[in-house]
């Protein structure tokens, strides 16, 4: 047995978690508390919906990091992604010689073990379609554990210990720790895998497109000869990903007739989208789903057909989906406050960014929408992707951009401009604006909103409060 091992410790036993509050440490940690461990956490900047998934565990989040927070000495630290090792508490751990891992190899060892692992991969789409399927795999009997980087609304939390065989994951091509660099996924134990998209992202880790294939590649090879591989089909970047996967049943999806799996579209409303899928142009099943949105009747094939090669019923799949309610900060109503209605969501990729513009005002036509962006993540704070913003938000009936988090790491070369992108923006005829914090938006937002008008705000982050903030000052108080 290794020496530093979650297996080596009894029921009882402290472990510690530094960067508790991310989406997927903050479910580990209450995987680890179902398994009846002490479980302690800390975190720099916590924020919901997953510090008050942890607060409601009965977890104190202490922040911010310290070496503090190792007295009394834990018997296990698990090392989240965003430490370095600079950081106070992990050159403390070091010199305290207490036992750690990362969090993809506490996964691997510890929970998934030798279960039918289930790794839902891809650029986006992840979280809903890992939510999608461990809801059809619960609707199903299959008692499935789960890890998912969102709190889907069908269940309680963003995580669950398996009861049986079966663990669904969220399958993530970022980098696991800095004594452990290489991507999440590859500790992950694949058997069925869906890969829905392969685009660049994670410009502090990635160096181009090529980089990221590589990463997904190295996912390829890990599927067992038994194992399923289920693929977008319609993207040249997935197919070229995908014809490294050397296994007998890989089956791709999407619009296009050569596919294996075809998506024919029965209906696309304002409130629920409507669909047939046809295995080799022999109609297989009819999936009516609450998720609107192209990439939304994308995940939904992808989890109905993963699901569908492990001998879950069609119409079971059928019931699951159509009763699937979305995951919390994914197109998410917050309600609406003096006639106009807010919603949340976590896109920061241009083509995330994008896609849920246009989802959201097409769902809402005629009513006006505000899109709200706030650049936060590694990425979206980069120049690399200050074009294809500009194309994202042309779709934006009016947006309203935030200066982007903390750029005082980055050289100015490198920092992305939102008053450059504002500019051209408004150049090219389009209703834009820039603002330096959230409550500056807020105050707009107040004054400019009447009723019926709908509000999105888009962030991977906290965003400095702003939905409580906004929703205080519609509401007058």
Known sequence: MKKDS??????????????ICGTAMASLAGLLKDKKFRVTGSDSHPYPPMSTQIEGLGIQIQKPYSKSNLNPRPDFIIVGNVISASNEEATEMVRLHIPHCS????????????????????????????????????QAGFEPGFLIGGIPKNFEHSF???????????????????????????????????????????????????????AFKMLMDLIPAQGNLVYWGDDLNVNDVAKFCQIKNKFSFGFNPENHFQIQMVGDGEKISQFKIFENKKELIEIETQQIGKYNVLNATAAAIITY????????????????????????ILGEFRGVTLIEDFAHHPTAVKQTIEAVQKKYSPRKVFSIFEPRSATSRRKIFQNDYLIAFKSA?????????????????????????????????????????????????????????????MSNGGFDGIYEKLIAQLNGK
Not at 105 to 122: C, H, K, L, P
Not at 310 to 331: T, W
Request: glycine fraction near 4%; include cysteine.
């Open 397 to 457: 009936q009016e947006s309203l951009i935030c200066e982007a988090f903390d750029q005082t790491k980055l050289s100015d070369a490198d920092r992305f401009s939102t008053q450059e992108l504002v500019t051209e923006l408004q150049n090219s005829g389009h209703n834009s604006h820039c603002f330096t914090t959230a409550d500056q938006i807020v105050t707009y937002i107040t004054q400019a909103a009447k009723t019926k008008d709908v509000v999105l705000i």
């Open 160 to 214: 669950r210990n398996p009861v049986k065989d079966t663990f669904v994951i969220e399958g993530d091509e970022y980098d696991t720790a800095y004594f452990d660099k290489v991507p999440k996924f590859i500790h992950y134990k694949p058997q069925q895998v869906v890969l829905t998209s392969v685009e660049f992202d994670h410009a502090d880790i990635y160096r181009d497109l090529d980089h990221v294939k590589s």
């Open 6 to 19: 979650l297996n080596n410790l009894t029921e009882g036993s402290h472990v510690h978690l530094m960067g």
């Open 103 to 138: 969090l993809p190899q506490a996964m691997g060892e510890f929970i998934i073990a030798d279960r039918n692992s289930f790794v839902i991969s891809g650029t986006h789409g992840k979280t809903t379609t890992t939510s999608m399927t461990s809801w059809i795999l619960d």
């Open 309 to 332: 090669l492990n001998k879950v019923p069609l119409s079971q799949i059928s019931k699951a989906l159509k009763s699937f309610s979305g995951v919390k900060r994914r197109q998410e």
